[in-house]
């Protein structure tokens, strides 16, 4: 008679396990070899599985890379807006615990991070292939400057500028300061985008008039 144990051990993974494993896989494999240099092969092999299983999850490497800009994407914005929603004070406080925690994602999110600028430059040479990347990008933008909306008016302030602005600031700073980390870490310390994110809360920010 087979002991829990042994059954835990011959469980088959679920469809969503070995796709969450297939992207985890695929993130680090195209982050360092990119991807045209890397094969349905090389992220299967990372992965533990056949290519068969890249195939039948998601189709093609076109549609690997797709799912995992979709992936890493809701993550990462759903890394931030938890953040911020879990953080009580003003709107520069939230924005310096925001940044604090950035900072602690780019480096758990290294491999992401040097694939992003990948894609990036094939979103800016109207690539056909990083159509789903810019959709993903202008998705990010328009959740960001909501929240920054919310926030605003949760904490008493209003914006001298639109939110939408804001938002493209926020992103811009955050892949930025990921990239400086990347290449030069000692030169963009933890606490540095936090404190950048605080300060511009305070310059795109005013007491709201209570007669408004």
């Known amino acids: 008679m087979s002991t829990t144990g042994e059954r835990l051990r011959t469980r088959r993974p679920t469809r969503s396990e070995v796709r969450s494993t297939l992207l985890s896989a695929a993130a680090r494999v195209f982050g360092r070899r990119g991807i045209d240099g890397a094969s349905v092969d090389d992220v299967a092999a990372e992965a533990g599985y056949t290519k068969g299983a890249v195939y039948s999850n998601f189709g093609n490497k076109d549609g690997l890379v797709a799912a995992l800009v979709e992936d890493r994407t809701a993550a990462y914005l759903s890394l931030g807006l938890t953040t911020a929603a879990g953080t009580e004070g003003s709107l520069s406080e939230i924005a310096r615990a925001l940044g604090d925690r950035l900072d602690d994602a780019s480096e758990e999110e290294r491999d992401w991070h040097l694939l992003f600028v990948e894609l990036w430059q094939r979103a800016v040479r109207e690539d056909p292939a990083a159509q789903g990347f810019q959709e993903r990008r202008t998705a990010m933008c328009e959740a960001i400057a909501d929240a920054v909306r919310h926030h605003a008016t949760a904490s008493g302030s209003e914006l001298t500028i639109p939110a939408e602005h804001v938002a493209v600031a926020i992103m811009a700073l955050a892949n930025g300061m990921a990239m400086e980390r990347l290449i030069a870490p000692h030169e963009a310390p933890d606490g540095l985008t936090g404190q950048v994110l ?12 209570p007669r408004a």
Request: hydrophobic share 50%.
């Open 198 to 209: 605080a300060g511009l809360a305070d310059a795109f920010t005013r007491p709201a008039d």
